[in-house]
């Protein structure tokens, strides 16, 4: 699987999910993509014109943003965006709860249509589809 970490994530959550994953999947940060000025509208369309890409996001912005919502759930992707809570944690938190949901992350990304949007639980083992 393809897997975009957003910018309101650290660039190291993506390397060090790319390392640990190595061979399986592709996990790239934005800036490490798109460099640091890009705005989410032109790298929606971008991924979304190439293909399945999975996208893991701190910026609930891009669910309440009319323009980005509808950018982003018309396109090939699939979103998990962290609850507020878990954004609002510390890295090594974050990182804990995206490795205990990744299979369920997978398995849904597989699934689903593009344009799909999940929350990631602070504490719960289920996804909740937004």
Do not use: C
């Not at 640091?36 to 929606?44: F, G, L, S, Y």
């Not at 396109?75 to 299979?103: C, D, H, T, Y």
């Amino acid at each position: 699987m393809k897997v975009l970490i957003d910018e309101n994530l650290p660039p190291a959550l993506a390397r060090s999910l790319n390392a640990l994953f190595a061979g399986k999947h592709e996990i790239l940060h934005t800036r490490d993509r798109f460099g640091p000025n890009v705005t989410d509208v032109q790298w929606i369309g971008v991924l979304g014109a190439e293909g399945r890409w999975v996208v893991i996001s701190g910026d609930r912005r891009i669910t309440r943003n009319k323009t980005e919502y509808n950018a982003f759930r018309s396109s090939n992707l699939v979103g998990f965006f962290l609850s507020k809570g878990l954004n609002k944690s510390p890295i090594i938190k974050q990182m804990e709860r995206l490795l205990a949901l990744w299979q369920t992350m997978e398995t849904q990304a597989e699934i689903v249509q593009g344009g799909a949007i999940f929350e990631l639980p602070m504490t719960r083992t289920k996804i909740k589809q937004m």
